[in-house]
Nanobody, 122 residues
Framework: VQLEESGGGLVQTGGSLRLSCVASGRTFKTFAMGWFRQAPGKERDFVAS????????FYADSVKGRFTISRDNAKDTVYLQMNSLKPEDTAVYFC????????????????WGQGTQVTVSS
């Protein structure tokens, strides 16, 4: 599956952004989907994950209560709604897909998007 993210940009502290990731291919429903992020000079970190049906979601502690992951299988799209953004949320955000699992793990990701930049100004 090929992934393409959109929706990044520059926002002030406390603002909101919604990232989208569109998948190509006919097997989207067999994939758990996730979002990861990478700040300059740092490793790529897990942000959120959602199972194939949307019934199970997982979040990093740093984003719980502020970010929401969701998916629309009819549109082959996964979203990341980001509210109450902080400067430490600044990073390149990557969409990820892993087939036949409940939660996406970085080591098992089968497809990555190209990334979209999110910058939060203080």
């Amino acid at each position: 599956v090929q992934l393409e993210e959109s929706g990044g940009g520059l926002v002030q502290t406390g603002g909101s952004l919604r990232l989208s990731c569109v998948a190509s291919g006919r097997t989207f429903k067999t994939f758990a989907m996730g979002w990861f992020r990478q700040a300059p000079g740092k490793e790529r970190d897990f942000v959120a994950s959602i199972n194939w049906s949307g019934s199970d979601t997982f979040y990093a502690d740093s984003v719980k209560g502020r970010f929401t992951i969701s998916r629309d299988n009819a549109k082959d799209t996964v979203y990341l709604q980001m509210n109450s953004l902080k400067p430490e949320d600044t990073a390149v955000y990557f969409c990820a897909a892993q087939q036949f699992v409940l939660k996406v793990e970085a080591a098992g990701v089968q497809s990555w998007g190209q990334g979209t930049q999110v910058t939060v100004s203080s």
